[in-house]
């Protein structure tokens, strides 16, 4: 099926009363490209990575290292979404698989060709990072994914900081 105009996605103009009106209503050059400041008075909608960060926040309860042991121990995947060159350089939580932050969607999708068997819906999954943004995100996507279960656990750096053991891959 050929896409029509009618059936492509369109693109919104945000006027400063709020209104939106289409791309292609707009009179003259588009304002904020990635080098220009953007005009006042017409603005292409988006979403932030602080407003897709408190999103994630608030979709994805932060825990401590004593509540990710715990729940480690009652069988839940302690999931690592760094890339393996920080994995490598830094160590590990004990225990923890290693599924970078762009893998995540295959690794975690039973109907995906690179399903890890490791991820089921009904286990609890803690995420870490570096510092809690990128575990923050992979959480809510997981959610997304109809994963219930799902807790942040944050930064690598705070669990060795805090005397946490850690574990580096021979």
């Known amino acids: 099926m050929t896409p029509t ?8 103009l945000v006027d400063e009363a709020g209104h939106t009106k ?7 050059p588009l304002k904020g490209g990635p080098n220009q ?17 408190a999103d994630a926040a608030a979709a994805v309860p932060r825990i401590d290292a004593t509540e990710a042991r715990r729940l480690q ?16 350089a830094s160590g590990s939580v004990p225990g923890s ?6 893998m995540l969607e295959f690794r975690a999708d039973p109907e995906s060709a690179y399903f890890d068997g490791r991820f089921d819906k009904g286990r609890a999954v803690v995420l870490y990072c570096a510092s809690g943004g ?27 900081a805090a005397g946490e053991p850690v574990e580096h891959d021979q």
């Open 22 to 28: 289409p791309h292609h209503q707009q009179t003259g």
């Open 37 to 53: 400041p953007s005009s006042s008075k017409d603005q292409i909608m988006t979403h932030s990575v602080a407003t897709l960060l």
């Open 97 to 102: 698989i290693h599924v970078s932050r762009g």
């Open 73 to 88: 121990a009652e069988g839940a995947l302690l999931l690592d979404v760094r890339d393996a060159p920080e994995r490598a």
């Open 134 to 160: 990128r575990s923050a995100l992979a959480g809510k996507t997981l959610k997304d994914m109809g994963y219930a279960q799902v807790f942040n656990l944050g930064g690598f750096k705070d669990w060795a």
């Open 5 to 12: 105009a009618h059936s492509l996605p369109r693109l919104c």
